[in-house]
């Protein structure tokens, strides 16, 4: 008789509609919890037993088990927060964080991070969140040496292998000057305030004196505009280019032609070249020469003259000509030009060796934009300042100059400054951090730099339903997942990053009460079918009676 065996078969029953009814209030305790994915059971029917019958051998059930309890890694709705390193993942993928000081590596879909005392990134357990270091480029050249992994994206270059978060250094550091641009209108209708009967285009560069205060008088020259720029150490300087227009004294002037000097300047006092001294009158004076304009107000020349090293091969700076004196014009030599075709001077602002000069192995170097480059590098002329004298056809320029969107210009109307700009900054503090869609982690600092710091990690699996869970929106890798497959954000399938988010549950309310209910009926009949046998078991029993 099988009445035993229905017992039994109606107990599994209870049994799995039970544990069933677990995974449906486990999902319901979770539908708040940030990241945490569903699970869902399957049953399947037990073992068969064979019977004999009138038309041969057949199977009798013997119950229910549990098939599988899978997990549903569909994506969970989006919540904002105000806090940037809350993230969510929009798309496939996992973030990895690791024990401090483990190597043991967690996988989540949490992404409530925030930074600890140590500067660590970190999830609620004090895991830390791994990425990628970002290589930060170089401001004069684009850094071309990355790791073999940055060829996952074009659009950030990551260094070695991934591993803890960490801000270390809340300042970024300062960066030297190395470009400024000026672009002025000079008022056509000005008079010649600076005049030389020798050498009529470095008028005011005869009249500069660094023993007064102010080296150079009101009086002395037409327009002159100011801008901060910066040495290596953060500290800024005022640099002072004044401009004066050319008329007397000139011979061999081209008809309607306009000629302007202009020289480049800073505090004597912050002049730290190793060649100056107390004396010396020229102080202060990085780079001068001339603009040349047609009739119509258009920049059409350039010329631009600093002080070279004479004999790179020997320790120290050696001036040329005159004797050495840099005071004099015969000193002052055509100016070198840096890869975009600028002219380019030296202020040794903090008195280092070997940096008193463009083609010194120290020189940090300023390119000065007017709005004319060129692009062969080169002068029509490599005669120092002096040989120019009175005659405008000595006053070299620049070979195959070409003028940009802006640039400077002789108009008939009032001499302003419309652009002034450099690439200098002081150090600064960090004030905020942003996360881009490609996981980049950014820092902004008070300096107005923002540097990309970290790159996130996102890993996927072959079979993720193979991961085992570890409690607190952790999982693990088993042989059942897969080796973990890490990459980018937004690459390799990888899902997207979303700042100030946070993911959250995806348990369906209405799907899981569908599920009580059918599970509490199946809990139920399955409750009746052993009631029933039981009474057919009470009736075998009455038969002896």
Do not use: C
């Not at 904002?80 to 190597?103: H, Q, R």
């Not at 401009?243 to 302007?260: I, P, R």
């Not at 480059?373 to 405008?392: E, H, I, K, P, R």
């Not at 107005?448 to 699996?461: K, S």
């Amino acid at each position: 008789m099988s009445l035993g065996a229905a017992l039994y078969a109606g107990t599994s029953g209870l049994r799995v509609h039970g544990e069933k009814m677990n995974v449906i209030g486990h999902n319901l305790a979770n539908v708040s919890t940030t990241g945490y994915k569903a699970s869902r059971m399957d049953f399947e029917d037990a073992m068969y037993q064979s019977i004999s019958t009138a038309s041969g051998v057949d199977q009798v059930g013997r119950g229910a088990s549990i098939s599988a309890v899978l997990t549903d890694f569909s994506q969970g709705s989006m919540e904002s927060t105000n806090v940037s390193t809350d993230l969510a993942i929009s798309g496939k993928g996992f973030f990895i964080v690791s024990p401090k000081g483990e190597d043991k590596e967690y996988y989540t879909r949490a992404g409530n991070f925030r930074f600890d005392k140590d500067g660590y990134l970190v999830d609620p357990h004090g895991y830390v969140v791994q990425g990628w270091r970002v290589e930060q480029e170089d401001i004069a050249q684009a850094a071309t040496t990355t790791s073999s992994a940055a060829t996952l994206t074009s659009s950030v270059n990551i260094v070695g292998s991934y591993g803890d978060i960490r801000l270390e250094n809340f300042q970024s550091p300062p960066q030297a000057t190395q470009y400024v641009q000026i672009i002025a209108n000079l008022n056509s209708q000005s008079e010649e305030k600076a005049i030389s009967t020798t050498h009529p285009f470095f008028a005011m560069f005869e009249k500069w004196d660094a023993t007064q205060d102010p080296p150079l008088g009101d009086n002395l020259y037409s327009y002159q505009t100011t801008l901060k720029v910066y040495d290596e150490n953060g500290s800024p300087h005022d640099l002072t280019v004044y401009f004066d227009k050319v008329e007397a004294n000139v011979s061999n002037a081209t008809a309607g032609y306009q000629y302007w000097e202009y020289m480049v300047t800073v505090n004597p006092d912050e002049d730290n070249r190793s060649f100056w001294s107390a004396t010396d009158t020229k102080k202060g004076i990085l780079l001068t020469g001339t603009l040349t304009f047609d009739s119509a107000g258009n920049l059409i020349g350039q010329s631009a003259y600093t002080i070279q090293d004479n004999d790179t091969s020997t320790p120290g700076m050696q001036v040329a000509g005159a004797g050495g004196d840099p005071n004099s014009l015969d000193a002052w030599t055509p100016a070198q030009f840096n890869i975009e075709g600028y002219p380019i001077f030296t202020a040794n602002f903090l008195g280092n060796q070997d940096a008193d000069a463009t083609n010194m192995e120290n020189a940090k170097n300023i390119a000065l934009d007017f709005g004319a480059y060129s692009q062969l590098l080169a002068w029509t002329s490599s005669n120092d300042a002096s040989t120019v004298g009175t005659d405008a056809s000595n006053l070299p320029t620049i070979q195959d100059m070409k003028i940009g969107a802006l640039s400077v210009t002789s108009y008939s109307s009032p001499s302003t400054t419309y652009t002034q700009a450099q690439d200098g900054y002081p150090a600064g503090d960090l004030e905020s951090i942003s996360v881009s869609r490609e996981g980049v982690i950014t820092g902004h600092y008070s300096n107005g730099q923002v540097l990309e710091l970290y790159a996130l990690t996102l890993a996927n699996f072959n079979n993720p339903e193979g991961l085992r869970r570890e409690g607190g929106n952790l999982f693990i890798e088993t042989r059942e997942s897969g080796t973990a497959l890490t990459g980018l954000p937004n690459t390799a399938g990888l899902g997207s990053i979303a700042s100030n988010s946070l993911e959250q549950s995806n348990v369906d309310m209405a799907d899981e009460f569908v599920k009580m209910i059918t599970t509490q009926k199946g809990f139920q009949a399955n409750a009746r079918t052993i009631t029933t046998t039981d009474t057919l078991l009470d009736e075998v029993i009455r038969l002896v009676r």
